[in-house]
């Protein structure tokens, strides 16, 4: 079984940063997927930015430029840099982990909250 463990999440001022981390932890297929998404109140969840164990990422344009996805294969981690918020990063953010072996396997975190006030 995989687990997911999120951290960092908190209350900020506009403009501030906070940085998320996710563990992951169980049977991982050495070539995967981890990402960040979230979801605001009355909202469907978005991708925020995700990172292949390649290294290569993918950033949401809405947070392009101030947000900076990052990775330890080593620790089976995957951070979040998140900095010049706004209010409407505020959401709660969850980690994910997606690979293949056989099929295709998607793992989530249960969240964590990031609330941006002005």
Do not use: H
């Amino acid at each position: 079984q995989v687990q997911l463990v999120e951290s960092g999440g908190g209350l900020v001022q506009a403009g501030g940063s906070l940085r998320l981390s996710c563990a992951a932890s169980g049977s991982i297929a050495s070539i995967n997927t981890m990402g960040w998404y979230r979801q605001a109140p009355g909202k469907q969840r978005e991708l925020v930015a995700s990172i292949g164990n390649d290294g290569r990422t993918n950033t949401a344009d809405a947070v392009q430029g101030r947000f900076t996805i990052s990775r330890d294969n080593a620790k089976n981690a995957v951070y979040l840099q998140m900095n010049s918020l706004k209010p409407e990063d505020t959401a709660v953010y969850y980690c994910k982990l997606s690979f293949v072996r056989i099929i295709r396997s998607d793992y989530w975190g249960k969240g964590t909250k990031v609330n941006v006030y002005s």
